[in-house]
C-alpha cells in the first residue's frame, strides 16, 4: 500500500532562513504528488503539485519542490522564510487511477523564530 | 474567491449520540470528500461523493457513517452512535473533476469532541 513519510514533526527557523521540508513517499509507480500548507483555524491549502515533466515544480508563496524518483522524496524548499511561513505542512500523494483519494503524511509544524 | 466553508467549527457531544457535520462546497464543484485528522495522526480519506453516491470509501467509514447531498449546496457527514475514537477534526473538501490532477479545495474544519 501506498504510504508518505514526513521524518520531522517539527522544525524551528529562523526569519530569514531557508528551509526545506522532508517528504518520502512509497509507491509503486509514479504518484501524483501535493504538498499542502493549513495555518491555524484554516483549512489546507494547495501550495504545489507534481504529476510528470520538470522535477523542480514552483508553487506559491515562493515555496518549490524537486521530485527525486530514486529517492522516493519530494522535498519541499523555500529560500528565505518569512514569520507567516509558520504553520503545518503536509506531504501527499494520490495514485493516478485512485481519483482524488489522497494519502497524507503526518505533516510538520513549522516554527519560525524572529 | 470561493472557499468551502464548514459548521460548526467544533462540536461536542456525548458518546452514543448521532452528529451530523455540514459542509457548503464551492458551487461549480461535483466531486466531494471527507478526511478526518485524529489529534496528532495522519489526515486519513473518508469517503468520497459524486451525483449523489458514494464513489469511494475507506475502512474507517462503517455502518455508524454517512453522507448526503440532501439540497444541492450542503453535503453532511453523519455519525450516528458517536464513539469516544471518533473525536477528531474532520475536514470537507471539493472539486470540480475527479482524478489526481483536479486540485481539491479544503474547508476549514470541524473538530469534534466526544465525551
Known amino acids: 500500500a501506498q504510504s508518505v513519510t514526513q521524518p520531522d514533526i517539527h522544525i524551528t527557523v529562523s526569519e530569514g532562513a531557508s528551509l526545506e521540508l522532508r517528504c518520502n513517499y512509497s509507491?509503486?509507480?509514479?504518484?501524483?504528488l501535493f504538498w499542502y500548507v493549513q495555518s491555524p483555524g484554516q483549512g489546507l491549502q494547495l501550495l504545489l503539485k507534481?504529476?510528470?515533466?520538470?522535477?523542480l515544480v514552483q508553487g506559491i508563496k515562493g515555496f518549490e519542490a524537486e521530485f527525486k524518483r530514486s529517492q522516493s522524496s519530494f522535498n519541499l524548499r523555500k529560500p528565505s522564510v518569512h514569520w507567516s511561513d509558520a504553520a503545518e505542512y503536509f506531504c501527499?500523494?494520490?495514485?493516478?487511477?485512485?481519483?482524488?483519494?489522497?494519502?497524507f503524511g503526518q505533516g510538520t509544524e513549522l516554527s519560525v523564530k524572529p | 474567491e470561493p472557499e468551502v466553508t464548514q459548521t460548526p467549527s467544533h462540536q461536542v457531544t456525548q458518546m452514543g449520540q448521532e452528529v451530523i457535520l455540514r459542509c457548503v462546497p464551492i458551487?461549480?464543484?461535483?466531486?466531494f470528500y471527507w478526511y478526518r485528522q485524529i489529534l496528532g495522526q495522519k489526515v486519513e480519506f473518508l469517503v468520497s461523493?459524486?451525483?449523489?453516491?458514494?464513489?469511494?470509501k475507506s475502512e474507517i467509514f462503517d455502518d455508524q457513517f454517512s453522507v448526503e447531498r440532501p439540497d444541492g449546496s450542503n453535503f453532511t457527514l453523519k455519525i450516528r452512535s458517536t464513539k469516544l475514537e471518533d473525536s477528531a477534526m474532520y475536514f470537507c473538501?471539493?472539486?470540480?473533476?475527479?482524478?489526481?490532477?483536479?486540485?481539491?479545495?479544503f474547508g476549514p474544519g470541524t473538530r469534534l469532541t466526544v465525551l
Open positions: 501527499a500523494v494520490v495514485r493516478y487511477n485512485q481519483g482524488g483519494k489522497l494519502i
Open positions: 507534481y504529476f510528470s515533466g520538470d522535477t
Open positions: 461523493f459524486y451525483n449523489n453516491e458514494i464513489s469511494e
Open positions: 509507491y509503486g509507480a509514479t504518484p501524483y
Open positions: 473538501a471539493s472539486s470540480e473533476g475527479q482524478g489526481a490532477s483536479n486540485e481539491q479545495f
Open positions: 458551487s461549480n464543484h461535483l466531486y
